[in-house]
C-alpha cells in the first residue's frame, strides 16, 4: 500500500532532551516535506526536500533539522526541544517539488514538551 | 510575504443544506489551487483541486470555483451529510524558485443531522 509512515504517533518530551521523529515513504518521491499544525494557523512548512541531498528552509524553520540521506527517508530532528515546538507535525511527500503535485501526508506526530 | 486567508473559520450547517468556503490569496501568478479535508485525528487528503486555465470544477457534490482577477478561490459543498464534517484547508502556489504551498488556516465545518 502506498503511504507515508511517521513515528510515533504521540511523544511526551521534556525541554532540551533530544529528539527525532521519523518519515518514510513508499512511493519513490522526490519531493518530501514537514508542517506543524496549530490551531488557527493552518499548516505551515518546517523544512523541504527537492530529493536526496537537498534540503532547504520553509517559513518557520527555527529549532529543527532535517536529513535527506535516502530517498525513502525524511527525519525531523530536535536538537533541544522547547515548549513552543508542541504541536502536531505532518510529513508529506509528493511525486515531485513542482507544487501542483499532490501531497500525501502521513497520519502525524502530536508531540508534547513539557 | 505571500499568503492565503481563508473563511470562515468555523462553519455549522444542517444536513442537506450547502456549505461554501472562501480563500484569498497574494500572489498573482499562483495557478494551482488544491483543497485538503482532514477528519478528526486524521491527516489531510486531497479532496479537490483546480488549476489557473479552469474557472470551475465539480466532483459530485463538491465543487471548486476560481476568480483569477479577484484572486479568490471557494469550495462549495452540496447536499451536505454528516460525514462531511471535518476541518478544510485551502492552499494556493506561491511561485519561487519551487512552487512552494501555502495552506489557509483552515475551517472547522460542522454538519449537524
Known amino acids: 500500500e502506498a503511504q507515508v509512515t511517521q513515528n510515533p504517533r504521540y511523544l511526551i518530551t521534556v525541554t532540551g532532551k533530544k529528539l527525532t521523529v521519523t518519515c518514510s515513504q513508499n512511493?519513490?518521491?522526490?519531493?518530501m516535506s514537514w508542517y506543524r499544525q496549530d490551531p488557527g494557523l493552518g499548516l505551515r512548512q518546517i523544512y523541504y526536500?527537492?530529493?536526496?541531498?537537498?534540503?532547504d528552509k520553509g517559513d518557520v524553520p527555527e529549532g529543527y533539522k532535517v536529513s535527506r540521506k535516502e530517498k525513502r527517508n525524511f527525519p525531523l530532528i530536535l536538537e533541544s526541544p522547547s515548549p513552543n515546538q508542541t504541536s502536531l507535525y505532518f510529513c508529506?511527500?509528493?511525486?515531485?517539488?513542482?507544487?501542483?503535485?499532490?501531497?500525501?501526508f502521513g497520519n502525524g506526530t502530536r508531540l508534547t514538551v513539557t | 510575504g505571500e499568503n492565503v486567508e481563508q473563511h470562515p473559520s468555523t462553519l455549522s450547517v444542517q444536513e442537506g443544506d450547502s456549505a461554501v468556503i472562501k480563500c484569498t490569496y497574494s500572489?498573482?501568478?499562483?495557478?494551482?489551487f488544491p483543497w485538503y479535508k482532514q477528519e478528526l485525528g486524521k491527516r489531510p487528503q486531497l479532496i479537490i483541486d483546480?488549476?489557473?486555465?479552469?474557472g470551475e470544477k465539480k466532483d459530485q457534490r463538491i465543487a471548486v470555483t476560481l476568480n483569477k482577477t479577484a484572486k479568490h478561490f471557494s469550495l462549495h459543498i452540496t447536499e451536505t451529510q454528516p460525514e462531511d464534517s471535518a476541518v478544510y484547508f485551502c492552499?494556493?502556489?506561491?511561485?519561487?524558485?519551487?512552487?512552494?504551498?501555502?495552506f489557509g488556516a483552515g475551517t472547522r465545518l460542522a454538519v449537524h443531522p
Open positions: 512511493m519513490n518521491h522526490e519531493y
Open positions: 500572489d498573482s501568478a499562483s495557478n494551482y
Open positions: 508529506a511527500s509528493s511525486l515531485s517539488g513542482q507544487g501542483s503535485s499532490p501531497l500525501h
Open positions: 526536500s527537492m530529493n536526496v541531498e537537498v534540503t
Open positions: 483546480i488549476r489557473s486555465n479552469v
Open positions: 492552499a494556493a502556489i506561491i511561485s519561487g524558485g519551487y512552487n512552494k504551498l501555502i
